[in-house]
Structures are given as C-alpha cells and as structure tokens.
C-alpha cells in the first residue's frame, strides 16, 4: 500500500499527534554541564569563544553547580584550569591542585544529589599542554612523544586525588592505551571500588575542540593525532569501546557528537553499558555564532541538536547547554 492509502502527514496534524508518537526526547537528568574552574579568580571569567560559558572562581562554581542541580540536570563535569603549571602536570595530582579543591568544594555544597565527575587528564596542567608526559622520540614530528605507559602511573595518582576530594564518576579523556584497566586497578588497590568510570573511549583528534582550549588555556602546541582517533575511522572506534569495556568502564563515551552521530549509533548498538556522548566546544559555538547574527533559533537549535544525538543511541549528553536545556525541556513536559 502507498499513497493515497498511506498518509505520514496524519501523525503530524496536531501537536498532540506529534507528541505521541515521537520517539525520543532528551530529558535534563540525561544532560550533563561541563564546568571550569580557575584557580585565582574572585569573579567569574567569559570566555570568549564560548558565549554564556564562564571559568568560574570557586565561589561561582559552588552557587552554579546548585543552580544546575535545581535545574534538573543529571551531573556535572568539573575540569581545572591551573596558574601554573609544569612538565609532568603536578598541579592535577596535587590535593591542593584547583580541579581537586573544587570537587571537594562541590562535593560537600551539592553531596550526592547530583553525579560529581572530574575529567582525568593532564593537558590542563602540563606546560606543553599534551595530555601527557613526553619522552625523546628523534624520530616523531618535534623530537618528542606522549608516552603511553609513563602516562598511566601519572593517571593513577590523578585518579586517587580526585577519588579522595570525592567525585563520584572520573573521565580518563587522554586517549593512552590501557588507561581503564590502569586507573580501575589502582582505584581498587586503594579501596576506591564505587569510583566509576567515564571512559573517552572514542575520542577524536578534532578541529571543533578550539574553544575549549581558550578556556581551559591551553599551552599546546601541535596537535593530539598520535593518540586521539582519526576521524575517517569508525570501525576503530568499535575496537577502541570493546577494550574499555572490558577493562572496566561503566560508561563508554563517544567525543565529538554530531559529527559522529554514526559511531554513536555503532557504539550504542555494540555495548551492554550506558553510551554518553560529548557535545563539544566547537559544536556549542558554531550555534551561538550563529545565533549572535541572528541566523539561528537558538532554543530549538539546542533541542535539535540534542534530540539528534538521543536518537543515533547516546543516553547521556554532555552539553554546555545543559542547564539551558533542562530548563526548556522540562517546560515541554
Ligand atoms: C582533554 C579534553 C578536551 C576536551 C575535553 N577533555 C580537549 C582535547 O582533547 O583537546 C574538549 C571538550 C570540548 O571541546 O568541549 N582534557
């Protein structure tokens, strides 16, 4: 049977019709803020690329992450922007480090109403900005490698830092090899066996990241392609979410988003764990750039977006409008 038996049209008659039959929406407790923090500041500071995003000082931090709680989002992701740093990233190790003080800092204003995540990475804190530690390689572009292994004792006791200050659920997101089952090990030898694990277990050498690194101010120079995923390939990133997995993720996250919709998709059909996905900087600034010259509806752009990454497979999103979007989708009921 076809047309004129067959009328699609009938299911979209009337906003009712609409809502009954639609498939997906997001809902806030799926939606996830990533926050900074930097060490420092009295006030919030903008950031540029990033309109509406601020580094918030520890006080603003506090007093957003109960704004965000009320807004009925489902967690937030802490990262920390230190004053200084140094070759090796002391600053995420140290208790005293700006990412660690703040988890604790939200930890004891918010508690367990909501998920507390910290991303588990050094690229904040290394003054050569590379998500890890280098070694002397003649051979690579620049003299130098990120080294793999050296890298994960380094993760490991960034790991119990943040499980100490006492956030809920880490984000390795430095793409090395083994990273899950390392941290996971150490988490445990150190009783820290309800830690879990957010694994950037897809994570690609992206252009969209670009607004984050003003505002986490990163020092890199180059790029991030010996560890992060090239974009041409998906059927690694099943490899990648296969090894995770099995080293002990709780959840498997997929980075950028939208352009990935596809390895979203594969990835959600492929694992028996919750899938996030990461609606990076990049795509976040595209829309309001957008919106800030009138092109755009910023509003249904936002829920869009969203709903598209909810229907290639991912059921947890983080997003920079995560409060935003909370805030509308709760008003659609
Ligand atoms: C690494 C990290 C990055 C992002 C999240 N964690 C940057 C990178 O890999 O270069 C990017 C997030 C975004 O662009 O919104 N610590």
Redesign the pocket.
């Known amino acids: 049977m076809g047309y004129p038996d067959v009328r699609p049209r009938r299911l979209r008659r009337t906003p009712a019709l609409r809502r009954l039959v639609a498939e997906v929406q997001p809902a806030p407790r799926e939606l996830v803020l990533?926050m900074f923090v930097r060490e420092g500041l009295t006030e919030p500071r903008p950031i540029t690329s990033?309109p509406g995003v601020v580094q918030h000082s520890r006080e603003s931090l506090r007093k957003a992450v109960v704004e965000a709680v009320q807004a009925g989002v489902g967690g937030i992701?802490l990262?920390g922007v230190p004053q200084t740093r140094d070759a090796v990233g002391s600053g995420g190790i140290d208790p005293a480090g700006i990412l660690n003080v703040a988890i604790r800092d939200v930890v004891s204003e918010v508690g367990d109403a909501t998920v507390v995540m910290s991303?588990?990475?050094?690229?904040?804190f290394t003054s050569h900005g590379h998500?890890g530690l280098l070694a002397p390689d003649p051979s690579a572009p620049g003299g130098v490698v990120v080294d793999n292994d050296a890298t994960l004792a380094r993760y490991a006791e960034m790991a119990l830092a943040q499980a100490e200050a006492g956030a809920h659920l880490l984000?390795p997101?430095?793409?090395m090899d083994g990273q899950i089952g390392h941290v996971r090990r150490a988490l445990d030898a150190a009783g820290h066996t309800d830690v879990g694990l957010l694994a950037?277990a897809v994570?690609y050498?992206?252009a969209?990241?670009?607004?984050?690194?003003e505002?986490?101010e990163?020092a890199?120079d180059g790029d991030?392609k010996a560890y992060?995923q090239d974009p041409a390939n998906a059927r690694e990133a099943l490899r990648e979410v296969a090894l995770d997995v099995a080293e002990g993720a709780d959840i498997v996250m997929v980075?950028?988003a939208l352009p990935y919709l596809d390895v979203v998709s594969a990835v959600a059909a492929a694992v028996d764990v919750p899938v996030a996905a990461?609606?990076?900087?990049?795509?976040?600034a595209m829309v309001e750039a957008a919106v800030a010259n009138g092109w755009l509806d910023r509003d249904r752009a936002v829920v869009e977006t969203l709903t598209s990454i909810r229907r290639a497979g991912a059921q947890i999103i983080?997003t920079?409008w995560a409060v935003r979007a909370a805030k509308l989708l709760s008003a659609l009921g």
């Open positions: 990533p990033l992701m990262f991303d588990l990475c050094l690229d904040e998500c984000g997101s430095g793409m950037y994570k050498a992206s969209f990241y670009g607004p984050f690194r505002a986490v990163s890199l991030r992060q980075k950028p990461y609606q990076i900087s990049g795509e976040y983080l920079y």
